[in-house]
């Protein structure tokens, strides 16, 4: 179970309300690299998980980034506070709060309007945040390579963020956000490097024939033709003629089915009534539409 | 650009149709981790990416994932062929196109009323494809991270595909889509340690207060507390005690912000019209909805 | 900052694996009524709010709420436990496999495909958990409303999902589940009446002329047309004569914008090219495609 | 302005509940060819609209398409009406409510468990209605094209229903249903055509060398290449040479941009910085996770 | 059925088009806290609805949403009358148009481009309407407390978007509108309150043990400790104790499953196959990237 | 399957970067009527396809599409080039930074900090693309009349976005995928009246006494009455008077259902359990929270 206690785990010190640059702050509140994604992602994998390692991992890691979508929620808060209160109060001129909210040049009209100041579990453009952004599927040397790239993925977002404020206060806690994530990646890779073989992921070997061949699908003038260690070298077999990359089986390319007789006759009736006739000589619905044809009397032959 | 070649990279050879098999088999074609999704991913990388080497691999890498979703999509609609027919021509019996639509036991039914025995793309739940599934964010060393856990997560659901059917025909084209899967990941780990240094990723380093810090913030009876290399050796400081985990910066872990004047007074005048009096002893419409309320005159006093 | 404790808030003894009940637990794990949406609810409002009663018991019942997200998760799990290694191990016959993937009846298939068994973030349909399901607009007289509501909602689903097993170990965790939410109901209807005034909601007033009234909009046979409390009394004005449902404010009922002489033009120039003309005779792509039709020499010019 | 009449524009007679019938008829209520989508695509152009015969054809149809949305509700609603009574009462013995919530084989288990037998605005699997449904883009020459095709949809929609239900009552009103989706695509096709010209649409003309070619892009042994009145005669300029296919415009098929002198400086720091060296022979991840690595003491320089 | 007067409820007279005061009013068209959220909020009560007076009440209120649903739609539509035009005849020259569609300074620029001027049914960050933001569960005393908040949600909507704009016309119609909530409040408080008894909601009663008992789970310093009638008095039994917290039914406060012997060994099989070994001291991926291990040979063993 | 060829298929030069445009121009990469839902709706038709001639037009407009995907994915991404750098390498000061992310007056804020730069499959108010803007059904006279629909409202998009830039490069490769889609308009024309009969669309005819009557829904003052060829002539009989409108089957416009004996008895006990009393004068919840029953020694028993 979980406990609260009312200190953050890292102070936000905020200089001054600025509503625009807290609704790019929701990328990491509400937005698919952000802290609630991480917690969700590390919680759902822990709940699921047999190995007592890994769940005391997972639980360690979750409880921290529920902790950090608390940080991050307060610097949103913070710098909407000015908002908040001026939209609750309702006291400006009403041209005037309508260039306040409009001004910031990015969503942060729907933070105000709709949020009424508050930090909603939205990103950057106001789309809700939705678990289609988590990746678990309960296998862990999958799970934790996606833990790795998730982990990557949100230290770039803190880092941009960063660039993004002169605030003292909030850059220092923004970077204390992006510093654990590099701490996690690193507990991450470590869990993921004590499971022998992790590779290939999972139980099931890899067909010998097709495990080391690298099509090259991509050619033609236009664009650089470029060898290195992804499909280069003793371990890769290079396939780059194009009728050798098509059925690679031997077969014939194709799809069948063995149809029951009745499910045969069915498809032909239904084939017979929706023929596209390639001998037909259609007029056409565009044609009717058509300025030249307006002026003829197929038109409007009424 | 690109060009279609009307054989396929496999070939695909069913023993029978098949509508409840082909519901799980769109977990690959619309689901989060099938193919639409990888070749979404790849290619959003290629048309963005400045480096040569990258760019091709990601050109050939994309293009054979959309001839992947193409041998898939063959095996859905393979597998719905039957569906197809007896759906269009209706010529069964109400009770018996019933029961068949509904019998498969999963989600089959959308496929068949609603798709027409296609392959649509969805998941086998008939969730819609989004692109909230591609985490692409546009630096190589996240996003080739990504992909290594995306080629990890595929091969895992092929696996769990090829095990559900006896069919040798899709479990020989299911069985080179997911050893595909490997020889990708294999590309992509390439690609990624050939960026020297990759770790961090981005441009900016972490603080290193905090980059090796283990915060064990799940603890007590009822679970192992497990130390392994991701929170134990000398490259880690490990922190248990929870005072210590909170306000970790030395300040008093609350959150502020720097207000006007006017903002403070518009803030202070919505506490004042919005405040839940600690001292207020009111009655609450839950008690006027209990049941011993209702023997009471207060609640009907007409 | 947030805590986490290795015991449930509820022991969780499952007597059975059974992954049909399994999915049907997932409303209240991943679901729109279900414990994320709550935890997300309350934390979210608890973030911003300033009154420190409201933060208090925000924080709280957030915090409890975490702590039942856990309760749920783990009954999932424990309900999917065969399932998991049945997957993950694959050593079934593939026939054996797919009946029962497929043989539970509803959407558990997905949470095992795709989900490897775990506790995923999603509806007993397989739907995605969504911060749609989350309506906190940062005003507290609506938004404890709001949370009163969600905890009736929640109630009501844990009672059908009570109704739905003999498992004794279930049906206990769960019926503490469900009387939880009976208690934080409580708590957010004394939060709400200690706000005075709280109606009407916000600080801007109703217009007089129109907050008692009632537009009896539905009529005649067919159904019973009912006067009770809520359109009956004293304090009730029913508009029953269609008429004067029509522009109560006694205008013409039209809408109108005052152009500009420039956008006039333009508008004009739209109309001029884009008029569906009323006296037009044309002859139609649908009667290009009719029986009929087919046996005319319009049809097929050439 | 709406007004409501108490009798249903077709009456509805069921002659026995049956839950997993209601949740097919779900898709014509709230899935993407049903009778909301087909309302709101109405109403929101008529909304719009300022040509006043298509404003008040637009009005008529929308009031209908909502008036059917209560039709087929009711049809849902019945069909429910059982599984309503037996879910809130709660009196079954719990194996048997459980038994009786899974067994109709598709989704119909949400229906009963979140939406207690109720008429929810989602498709047949579950999955909430969504305005990106709705094609509306505000010129009518393309807005009536997409009216016409989705009124084909939804007729093809009920016929699949139709087949699906032997009771008379169901049949005779789904048979009215997609009668009158005939009838709108008839009332669609005239006001288009009654545009003049309607194609191409809008305002701006094609370039003339691009409009009449065809690309033949698809190729090769392994399907039909065939030719009929979509690419074939006077009217068409077939390419097949694939040289030919790319850079259409003769240019060097490449994409470039003009940066300034510091934009191309970041990009060349950048570039540098992140390059994946071809020559490199770089040690990776999958490697340290392979079996045979495993043996290695490369794996665990401890 | 429905029927469609072609005078709206009120009348609405714009002073001057604006596309940027237009895309802010899409919050109640197409937003979460709209008019069609209410409409078919209701309407799906109403076709579902058993009692004869809250199923009247529920077809006259919804039929009147609709009718504000097309009430705000016509503000929408005539603050972006201007913008219309131009889009639709292009005679501006291309740098002004760009700055007039981006100039607005929020999401307006989709409204324009992508729906060309009409009324779309997406809130004011462009996301689509999704009846994810519809909580109706089909039981009386759940749904009638849903819609009170539903109403109180509106109405601050309301209330914020008046204090937006100057124009009289806008502000007098968004104040009938928002008078219009408060009336349906009302109404809907009397049906809640008009079932006795109505709490706890639905059929089962709460474990009385756990049904007055607060959890205070967020403690420490850095926040006030606040006590009020949500959780003081004779009432409420506090409990502030953390190991009473957890394991409240007495037991471990663990999960557990009775697994057949079968199930076991493969899971046992499972864990033993994937096990994160704490003993090992595996070199990662992450240490391959670092910048000081590019300097040791282990990186590039070539 | 599908080959790549490294020229576009259209050659892409842009003048200068541009974030801003570059976020317009999202709609036809990620937006719904743009080149990915083209491929995809036309790639899901061809591989579900039997007909031979319209499966080889399919996979040519399918394959098509993709390689526009590409032209108009490199237009974002050259636009995008300068903000990809100065992003990446971080070397302006944060606040010069941040007046370049939200100064360009839309959405680019979301490429930029979420996306890097790059081409991200959104729409351009960062929307995610989702597989429900595609409406293929399974059946050629409707998925055809769909196509057509499409084309016409890619087309319009394509005519906006050229209006709203002078760059001549842009203008021209916007021009060319605007001309294409005229052409594939003209050829999914052909394709659909090749078909005949084609209308109705489907197997099952309509029920003649509805297929040509005109529902004169909305009506009286305040907006013309308009006849025209939609629902005039010969071929149309229109009702206008409203009680013919409802129950046009001649019933009593009701719903049913026949019941089990069972099934009305927990109805009935439902029912009961859940009046609304109309006799009831309850007070509520609403009245305890207004301003004058503050001043009521009702509110505050304690």
Known sequence: MF???KRLQYTVRVSETNPGLANLMLEQFGGPQGELAAACRYFTQAVAEDDPGRRDMLFDIATEELSHLEVIGNIVVMLNKGAKGRLAEGVDEAGEMYRSITGAGNDSHLTQVL??????????AGVPWTAAYID?????????????AAEARAKIVYERLINLTEDPGVREALGFLMTREIAHQKS???ALYAIQPNFPPGKMAGR???DSVYFNMSQGEGGAEVRGPWNDGAKWTVVSDRVHQ????????????QLSKEEAQLLDAMAARTMSDPAAEPLTGAELGMTGA?????????
């Open 3 to 5: 406990s609260h206690n």
């Open 294 to 302: 307006a002026a003829s009397p197929v038109r409007t032959p009424g």
């Open 208 to 210: 010998p024939e097709f």
């Open 115 to 124: 949020y009424g100041g508050g930090a909603a579990l939205v990103n950057s």
């Open 188 to 190: 991450f890779e470590k």
């Open 246 to 257: 098509a059925a690679v089986d031997g077969g014939d390319g194709g799809a069948s089915v």
């Open 136 to 148: 678990t599927i309960g296998e862990p040397t999958a799970d934790l390579r996606s833990n790795i």
